[in-house]
């Protein structure tokens, strides 16, 4: 019996050991982005001859020092509005120029970063909102100081579109934002990739997702929990159209809707049948075009 509780117990700290490490590395995956895409310029260059716009690089400061990079589009008959445009993790602010076109087409101008710990801006680490909310600020402070729009719009991907969100919670000079397949929170979405990559049940990753925020909180000192767009909408009264893809794999589309039913008078949601993560624009190109234009109108102050 003896040998058989020695088993148990050092079977037992096995697996315990085991949970933690892949806790970590998970962590430690989300955290950084691998590949940095930098900058194509040259593709810039191709949208504004196309548009008729005009485009440079500009860079701002973030609270904690972190020097933050973007382009700016002016469209060849400006209006009075200007769309924040923010990509997903991975990404850069390339990915973003089918949205620009559109956007620079119907007067918009339209300021694209990369996001701290992506393409050219500094920054180790992604804290999927805790830290980013607040450069979404400091971009917006950017705006009013040097183009002084009369209207602020936001418009993001995926991991941009749940950073606006939550960005929500204390900026209120954005007149309405859309967020195209944002997480409702950082915790939910992390069970949903390791279900998406490993094809296992998602209650069975409660030991890794539970013991990657402990690490999280102690090697890098964010408290990932807080990162939630759902707690964002609660205290904040900015229109909000989601807009998510029926068969998204990555980010189910039941995080739209618990976001959606927060606060069904501010927020619209456009579930788009048969589309994939991040794959309405792409499939619908009019369509998408047409209606993110017509939700920034339906809300000029």
Not at 44 to 66: F, H, M
Not at 108 to 129: K, W
Not at 163 to 171: G, M, N, P, R, Y
Not at 210 to 228: F, Q
Request: glycine share 8%.
């Amino acid at each position: 019996m003896r040998r058989i509780g020695r088993r148990l117990i050092v079977t037992a700290t096995s697996v315990l050991a085991g949970t933690v490490f892949v806790g970590v590395v998970a962590t430690e995956a989300a955290m950084h982005v691998l590949r940095r895409p930098m900058a194509r310029p040259e593709l810039a260059s191709a949208v504004a001859n196309e548009t008729g716009a005009t485009w440079e690089s500009v860079q701002v400061t973030a609270p904690d020092g972190i020097a933050l990079r973007a382009w700016l589009f002016t469209p060849v008959n400006p209006g009075a509005s200007a769309v924040l445009v923010m990509h997903g993790i991975n990404d850069a602010r390339v990915s973003m120029l089918g949205h620009a076109r559109f956007l620079l087409r119907n007067g918009f101008t339209v300021l694209m970063p990369d996001t701290r710990g992506h393409g050219e801006s500094g920054g180790a680490i992604i804290t999927y909102g805790i830290d980013e909310a607040g450069d979404v600020s400091r971009w917006v402070d950017w705006l009013l100081a040097t183009r002084h729009p009369e209207r602020v719009y936001g418009l993001g991907m995926s991991l941009g579109g749940a950073i606006l969100l939550q960005s929500l919670a204390h900026e209120r000079r954005f007149d309405a934002v859309v967020a195209d397949s944002p997480f409702s929170s950082f915790r939910e979405v992390a069970y949903d990739r390791l279900q998406e990559l490993t094809r296992i049940e998602h209650h069975l990753f409660w030991p890794v997702v539970e013991s990657g925020l402990v690490y999280a909180r102690i090697r890098y000192h964010r408290d990932l929990r807080l990162a939630s767009p759902a707690a964002a909408l609660r205290s904040c009264h900015t229109p909000v159209l989601l807009i998510h893809g029926g068969r998204d794999e990555k980010t189910p589309i039941r995080h739209s809707r618990e976001l959606h039913a927060i606060d069904p008078v501010m927020t619209r949601l456009w579930e788009v049948p048969g589309v994939r993560h991040t794959r309405a624009l792409a499939t619908l190109p009019d369509v998408y075009a047409r209606t993110v234009v017509d939700w920034f109108h339906s809300h000029g102050k």
